[in-house]
């Protein structure tokens, strides 16, 4: 039955690599974040060609497996390199890459495709009235957008924030499919050592919901704080 | 000293505006009147630059600019002297009430914040909402929230305030209240232009009634003249429909 000793032995050694996970999500994020700002800012200022590219883009992120990019990523970024380093010259050997790196823009391409999509809906949410009313007592569109559109977009997007939050974090445990070792790699790496992997899948599951659990505490601490207008009456 | 010449604005095929134009003198209180559809509100929007025109012009005071092809400085020039307040009052949703007042003041005119928020607190206590000086607009009335959006108006110490149906969006117990509130700031002197489907109050406030029907202006002149003997055919068909039967057959 259950070896419930292995489990409990290997625990901390699976929580210990929650940091990689941290790592991958945070750093997916600040790659997603100004791309999604960008490409939602293209999305709704209509740019001809650009917001064409910005709608494919997404398309195809949206319409293909996450497990597919990365497997994608991590086979055509290293070739591309190697081209590019051999055709150059440079010596530089694309093994010596830390694999984290390919980790961080697999899972990005994916949180980009969903933060779009969040930065793009709740800007639009904003009444367009709340716009004339800024321009008529004097403001510029800029101005308007600081003080008036963004801090309320921002409060419709927090809550969709929060939940890509939590689909980057679970979208990181495939990162082990490129030889990044995080909580589920670890997981599997201890399960072949001790062919315990059902004990080591159970462990790898109470650290993410326990994981999780805190991240949404903070999420929803955050959005408590900044919607204070809107929670009144 | 307001000048609106030849105004015309289609939306697709549609044209709602069929070469309107309106001279308003210092002080005036023009009162729109008109069916829905009539291009009133259209009007109003495209003198703000809120609605771009295809074509017309602007004269207030001794500036002109065109209506078609202003640039955004002129644009921004010309709304320094103008306010609006809209049928859905649209105050800052993630400001406080007093915020709301001195956001033009502050931010816009760069007027020092404590100079700024006497003459905010001062517009407030003048519309009579200062004791929300401190709530979001989610926790007001309507009626206190148009209150509000007139405190916003007259702050800014326009030469011409544009008011688009300020109380078509009030419960029936609360547009008189509204009604006397903008009566109060005609009593200051300042122009304003006045779109509203509340005849009585045209027949109060008004120093000039304008029928405007399938974007063009149908009739203009005192408002015993359009109210109670208009010549033509449109605007005696609009009040009929209007109006109590007694209130223009005298």
Partial sequence: MLDTKTMVDNLIDIAAYLPVTIKLTIGALLIAIPFSILFAAAEIKRIPVITRLVRLYLSIIKGTPVLLQMFMIYALIPFWLNTFFTSTGKNINIYDIDPIWYGYIAISLSATAFLTEAVRSSILSVDKGQKEAGYMVGLSKWQVYKEIILPQALTVALPIFGNVIVDVIKSTSLAFTMSVTEVMGRAKIIGGMTTRYLEMYIDAFFVYVIFIFFVEIMIKYIEKSVTRYKSAR | ?250
């Avoid at chain 2, 009133?40 to 003198?47: A, D, S, V, Y």
């Fill in chain 2, 1 to 250: 000293m307001l000048e609106i010449k030849n105004v015309k604005k289609s939306f697709r095929d549609l044209e709602v505006l069929k070469d309107v134009s309106l001279d308003i003198g210092d002080g005036e209180v023009v009162v729109i009147l008109g069916p829905s559809g009539s291009g009133k509100t259209t009007l109003l929007r495209c003198i703000s630059f809120l609605e771009k025109a295809d074509g017309g012009s602007l004269t207030l005071g001794d500036k002109e600019v065109s209506l078609k092809k202003a640039t955004k400085k002129q644009i921004n020039e010309f709304r320094k002297n103008m306010a609006f307040v809209f049928q859905n009052y649209n105050l800052f949703a993630n400001k406080t009430v007093l915020e709301n007042v001195m956001e033009g003041l502050t931010v816009a005119r760069k007027i020092p914040k404590q100079e700024a928020m006497e003459r905010a607190l001062e517009a407030l206590e003048w519309v009579g909402v200062i004791n929300k000086k401190d709530a979001y607009p989610s926790e007001l009335s309507g009626g206190q929230q148009q209150r509000v959006g007139i405190a916003r108006a007259v702050v800014l110490n326009p030469e011409v305030i544009l008011f688009d149906e300020p109380t078509s969006a009030l419960d029936p117990e609360l547009v008189g209240e509204v009604l006397d509130l903008i009566k109060k700031v005609a009593k200051r002197g300042i122009t304003m232009i006045v779109v509203t489907h509340e005849i009585s109050f045209a027949e109060e406030v008004a120093s000039r009634v304008v029928f405007m029907d399938g974007g063009v202006v149908v009739e203009e002149g005192t408002p015993d003249k359009i109210l109670v003997s208009p010549k033509e055919e449109r605007t005696k068909e609009f009040l009929s429909r209007v109006l109590p039967k007694d209130m223009y057959y005298i």
